[in-house]
């Protein structure tokens, strides 16, 4: 309680500043604005593309934090999952390996086949829709930017909450190699390293790979194993070629996760929330196995040869195959039984861009982006083989798995398309050398479909719900399913952007902005009944804001204000008479929010930052959902889902100069509000408040070439959830939950 109340009073103090402003957040350790040296004597500055050319965070009239590869490296930050621990807007929600990301409170909770994410995942630009491809882990990595907002004007599709993009370090005309070794506790091992060959002055390779391992957190004690362990391998190779205003990049990587899935604590279904402090036993019977493997290739080929224009064209494929099984044997059922779920998706961007040269009063981007996904689904729960009774040459041997026709209790096999296309142009105009005015518009077209052979077949799926014993061959004959579950869905939309930009003066900037955004529909059908569309969704966003670099650049204040209203809001309910959950079109939503930030070179070696997030999100009226219980629920002024009212992230470093070496400490944390995980606002499936705080301490030389860091992550070994739901067919309520504390030592060479 006194920690929260501190983050408030805190937060309250630096929102009071009339200059306060949402802007580019950077850790405190080593943030660079670009080669100059410029953060020796600042907070510092980086370079983003939020806007598709290269600005300063600072001078861009976006709303974004960013965070620098060193320092998600230091802070422990491998995957887009783990953002969710420094970034106070972002909220991860992990489970079976897939996760969705909320930004701002808004995020889809469609992590099937079909769905279609309300905060995308960019790699170099390049978009990935599936839900388990974010858990892969990050590696040699430039920066992440977190955008906010709609983003669906220049940074592509479905973008209504936000944008995740990672720009990985490219090859450089220099020779590099760095290194890394980190030991912790649960048998951590994580290693990385990467290679900078210039091999002339216009062709560099670099080659780079991650080996990351830990065991599981938590042990199941129904099965007597672990979960939460992971074991990834990636490995990533490019070239560049720039010679004669020419730039062409390609790249290829190649990643393998194997994981026990999570630890899973169930509760009875609708009862109170169990107290996760200390948290019971993890009684399982139905241990998960899921494994990632894909192939990316991404390329590039730039021109600035064309008198007063740049030409861009940026592509990509990524061949994935993600194998989730659930060990489904329990026991009451006499079989060895699995639930199987498939997917492999191929996916192919491409993307044609034209731009001048800023050097007059108008600047301008126009292209075309292409989007394409095939994937396969085979999903299902069948029998491994029979036991007991039911073994070859038991009594009941003669039962309809005899011939294993019925080998399959519920089985799907789909193919799915996914076609994207857009046209997109934005302009900026310098009315005068202080007021810039920004106008853009994207037209997009979509296309789903999905087809296959889906089967239901009730007695393999649960032999003693058909009678005891089986008194004679056909008792419970197969129940074919009748609807096919095949659908299609065709949309086009347009989306805009108007801004207005005021520099009064050098380091300051005060931003107001419109956003119209879009994110498609689909349809929703476990193959049991005929397909169910849902519509677009759609947002208009209005924001302000403001950045302002003070005091030399020894301070940054940034301050947003954003007012989000949203329409065919999708959101999970019921449809019947199966009564399945899907997504659907539930009405419309609100969000208000600010947003604040501080960064501050309080001495030469003493840094401190505070970013903050206030959140006030609303249903509209009159808004009937059903539950898995076949119940129709009003959620009319209901919270959104993954919205806390108030997050804050906060920092302090401290350097102490030790002759030709500084030894730095740092102390930094996470708070959150309570938060719903469903749109039903259910006090059993909510996170509790809390607040996770890190250490560490670092020593490394003055000229560089060398660190060594140790560290405690989760420092009062809190139990945060990561996830929460409502399992009607398992009768219970489900939590799943961040990792403990973790402790070790790092080790980073850089020559």
């Not at 976006?62 to 995957?79: C, F, M, P, Q, T």
């Not at 996760?276 to 009684?283: G, I, K, M, N, Y």
Request: net charge neutral; proline share 5%; aromatic share 12%.
């Amino acid at each position: 309680m006194k920690t929260a109340t501190f983050l408030l009073a805190t937060s309250a103090l630096a929102l009071s500043s009339p200059a306060f402003a949402q802007g580019a957040q950077q850790s405190q350790s080593a943030v660079q604005a670009d080669d100059t040296g410029s953060a020796d004597h600042g907070v510092g500055d980086i370079i983003v593309t939020a806007n598709r050319i290269e600005t300063s965070a600072q001078d861009t009239p976006v709303a974004l934090n960013v965070y620098s590869g060193a320092d998600l490296a230091d802070s422990g930050i491998n995957s887009v999952r783990d953002l969710s621990a420094i970034d106070p807007s972002l909220n991860v929600s992990s489970s079976n390996s897939s996760a969705y990301i909320a930004v701002r409170g808004i995020a889809s909770t469609d992590v099937t086949e079909l769905g279609d994410p309300s905060v995308p995942v960019a790699r170099d630009g390049f978009f990935t829709n599936r839900a388990y491809s974010i858990n892969t882990s990050m590696y040699d990595v430039a920066r992440v930017e977190v955008l906010k907002g709609p983003q669906g004007t220049l940074q592509g599709r479905n973008s209504t909450g936000g944008l995740v993009s990672i720009i990985t370090n490219r090859p450089k005309f220099k020779n590099e190699v760095s290194a890394s070794f980190e030991y912790g506790n649960y048998d951590t091992t994580n290693a990385d390293a990467a290679v900078n060959l210039a091999l002339s002055d216009s062709f560099a390779l670099r080659a780079s790979g991650v080996f990351l391992k830990h065991d599981g957190y938590r042990r199941q004690v129904g099965v007597m194993k672990s979960a939460d362990n992971e074991d990834f391998k990636s490995g990533r190779i490019q070239a560049r070629f720039a010679k004669d205003g020419l730039d062409l990049w390609v790249s290829y990587q190649r990643d393998d996760r194997d994981t026990d899935g999570e630890a899973v604590l169930k509760n009875t279904l609708g009862a109170p929330q169990p107290s996760f402090d200390p948290l019971p036993p993890f009684r399982s019977d139905a241990p998960t196995r899921t494994v990632l493997k894909g192939e990316r290739i991404r390329w590039e080929a730039s021109y600035s040869g064309l008198g007063n224009l740049n030409l861009i064209y940026s592509g990509g494929w990524d061949k994935q195959q993600f194998d989730l099984t659930l060990d489904a044997t329990g026991p009451n059922y006499p079989a060895n039984r699995q639930y199987l779920n498939t997917q492999a998706p191929t996916t192919w961007n491409h993307e044609v861009r034209i731009s001048n040269e800023k050097t007059g009063k108008l600047f301008i981007q126009a292209g075309y982006f292409r989007f394409t996904e095939d994937n396969a689904l085979a999903a299902g729960l069948y029998n491994r083989e029979m036991t007991g009774l039911f073994a070859p040459g038991g009594p009941l041997s003669f039962a309809p798995n005899a011939d294993q026709s019925f080998r399959y209790g519920i089985a799907f096999d789909f193919a799915i398309k996914t076609k994207s296309d857009a046209i997109f142009a934005q302009a900026d105009y310098d009315l005068t050398e202080q007021l810039q005015v920004s106008a853009g518009a994207r037209y997009t077209w979509d296309n789903k479909s999905r087809t296959g052979n889906p089967r239901l077949v009730l007695p393999a799926l649960a032999f003693p719900l058909c009678g005891n014993g089986f008194p004679a061959p056909g008792t419970c004959p197969p129940f074919p399913i009748v609807n096919s579950g095949n659908g299609e869905t065709r949309e086009s939309k347009p989306t805009w952007h108007l801004g207005l930009n005021w520099r009064p003066e050098s380091g300051r900037l005060i931003y107001a902005k419109y956003d119209r955004g879009y994110k498609s529909g689909g349809f929703n059908s476990n193959g049991s009944v005929a397909a169910t569309p849902y519509g677009a969704e759609q947002v208009d966003a209005f924001e302000i804001g403001t950045k302002n670099t003070l005091m030399g650049n020894a301070l940054q204040l940034n301050f947003a204000a954003f007012y989000f209203n949203y329409k065919g809001y999708q959101a999970q309910q019921s449809t019947c008479p199966t009564c399945s959950t899907g997504v659907f079109n539930v009405g419309s939503a609100r969000v208000l929010g600010l947003e604040g930030q501080l960064n501050a070179r309080v001495a030469e070696n003493t840094k401190l930052y505070l970013n903050s997030t206030l959140l006030d999100t609303k249903f509209g009226d009159n808004i009937i959902v059903t539950n898995g219980n076949n119940q129709n629920v009003d959620i009319s002024k209901n919270q959104l889902p993954n919205a806390p009212h108030f997050t804050a992230s906060m920092g302090f470093e401290q350097g102490v100069p030790l002759g030709d070496h500084l030894l730095s400490f740092r102390a930094d944390g996470k708070y959150s509000s309570s938060f719903y995980f469903s749109a039903f606002n259910l006090q059993q499936i909510r996170s509790p408040s809390y607040f996770l705080g890190n250490l560490s301490a670092s020593i490394e030389p003055n000229a560089g070439g060398w660190k060594l860091q140790a560290y405690v992550r989760n420092v009062f070994n809190k139990n945060v959830l990561s996830f929460a739901e409502q399992n009607f067919n398992g009768f219970s309520d489900n939590y799943q939950f961040q990792p403990p504390r973790t402790y070790g030592v790092r080790a980073s060479v850089n020559f």
